[in-house]
């Protein structure tokens, strides 16, 4: 009878012991649960505008470290410079710049070399033959392939035929033997000249021919697509299906300086739009599921790969209560893609690139709240003097919380209050609007 009696308090006990644990396992899964939500919470805030990094920093290609190789790199990566600066390629042609281009070292501020090997491409090493084995090789795509083949055939085409190439993935010293026999062609050294150039002489080489200079705190660009192939099928736009698409994207903006965001395209935006939402261009809904991104302009387009091997699209670019509608038709991806992304980058240059002005300065006052502190006021004079349009800062009152501070400017005020919208560390008292004293009002949030 005790030991029944043991056993049952052993099992009361056992019991009792595996429903604490489970309420602590529960307990443990919603805090983590909550812990997960917060952070999905705090990683989609509004990006507004971001800070373009290495405007006046251009990486070039050489053979070799020679002058002439290095005169011709200083050229190339100048231009590319100008353009990043300006958003636009069209000031390459102004006589002012091609003569600067020409005489491009004397705008160098700093120069250093790096290189990197480049694996030989399919073609370098013996002809088409082996294509599927270099690029299975070079991947390692071993794992989960049952065998590599040259012929790109079954287990049985390789023993007709003892001269095709047939590796085993589960003989990984095969592999490399009978690869080093076909591979003949050695990885090679590519060289590269990473230079700086001086930003000062920049701007005053700009300033002389009259090029609007774009600020580097420039507007971001949120891209949705729809894609279409030859049997209807369609899908929404994404680095893990169409890597092609979002590369050639990316270089167009690290040409130009302009930020890009892709939708992560997580449950909640599947939720808001579909295929056929981003296909049909469906401007309320795409604003809607946009706003979660905080992006400063959307651009929306379809893209359809035709049987005959056209890509015919269409484009929507929103930005700020402007709607424009673009059509286009192309053979060739890249050329398809910057078309609307050349078309798009030069409407946010013209309207944000201000043309550097050397006097008549316009004053406008500036009265911010919020500056608490000694750290608060040095990180927003900071800020106010790395606004592109903001020559000079004086500070004229400071009462309590309450700065006053005075701006010469290069450009119109009103471009200053465009200029602040793009961020969310100065937010608007009232509409912040140019009173007859010419006097904006902010709240400073860093």
């Given amino acids: 009878m005790k030991t029944l009696d043991r056993c049952y308090i052993s099992l009361k006990t056992y019991a009792l012991k595996t429903c604490a644990a489970e309420a602590l396992f529960r307990a443990r ?68 710049v091609v003569t600067a281009v020409s005489n491009a070292q004397s705008y160098v501020e700093g120069v250093s070399y790096s290189s990197q090997l480049v694996l030989p491409t399919p073609a370098d090493a013996v002809g088409d033959d082996s294509q599927a084995v270099v690029r299975g090789n070079a991947q390692g795509n071993s794992q989960d392939s049952s065998q590599f083949s040259a012929q790109g055939n079954s287990e049985e085409q390789a023993q007709e035929s003892p001269n095709s190439l047939n590796v085993s993935a589960q003989n990984p010293e095969l592999i490399i033997a009978e690869v080093s026999e076909v591979v003949t062609t050695a990885p090679t050294e590519q060289r590269f000249i990473n230079v700086d150039f001086s ?92 706003v979660r991104y905080g992006a400063d302009s959307i651009m929306s387009g379809r893209l359809h790969f035709t049987a005959g091997g056209d890509l015919v699209g269409v484009w929507q670019f929103i930005f700020q209560d402007q709607t424009l509608m673009f059509d286009g038709v192309d053979q ?65 009152a400071l009462d309590g919380e309450r700065l006053d501070l005075s701006l010469s400017l290069l450009g ?8 602040i919208a793009l961020d969310r560390d100065l937010l608007p008292i009232q509409s912040a609007s140019l009173e007859n004293d010419l006097r904006l009002h902010y709240r400073w949030t860093r």
């Fill in 29 to 96: 899964a919603w805090r983590f649960l909550f812990l997960s939500l917060l952070l999905a919470s705090y990683s989609f805030q509004p990006s507004a505008a971001l800070q373009v990094t290495g405007l006046y920093s251009q990486k070039i290609s050489v053979l070799n470290q020679s002058n002439s190789e290095r005169s011709r790199a200083f050229r190339d990566a100048l231009a590319a410079v100008i353009v990043k600066v300006t958003g636009e390629q069209r000031w390459l042609l102004d006589p002012v």
């Fill in 412 to 419: 119109d005020p009103s471009q200053l209050a465009e200029l």
């Fill in 199 to 290: 930003a000062t002489l920049i701007n005053e080489l700009l300033l002389e021919a009259k090029v609007p200079v774009w600020d580097s705190n420039r507007p971001s660009v949120l891209v949705w697509m729809t894609l279409q192939d030859e049997a209807g099928e369609r899908s929404l736009l994404s680095s893990e299906s169409n890597p092609e698409i979002v590369s050639l994207i990316r270089d167009f903006a690290d040409e130009r300086g302009l930020p890009i965001i892709f939708p992560v395209l997580d449950f909640e935006d599947r939720r808001n739009v579909t295929e056929d939402t981003i296909w049909s261009l469906d401007e309320a809904v795409i604003r809607q599921a946009s």
């Fill in 332 to 396: 060739e991806l890249k050329s398809y893609l910057n078309a609307p992304l050349d078309k798009i980058t030069t409407q946010l240059a013209s309207y944000f690139a201000l043309v550097p002005e050397t006097s008549d300065f316009e004053i406008v006052q500036l009265r911010i709240d919020g500056v608490g502190t000694l750290q608060a006021y040095s990180s927003l004079v900071t800020y106010v003097n790395g606004l592109g349009l903001v020559e000079s800062v004086i500070t004229t």
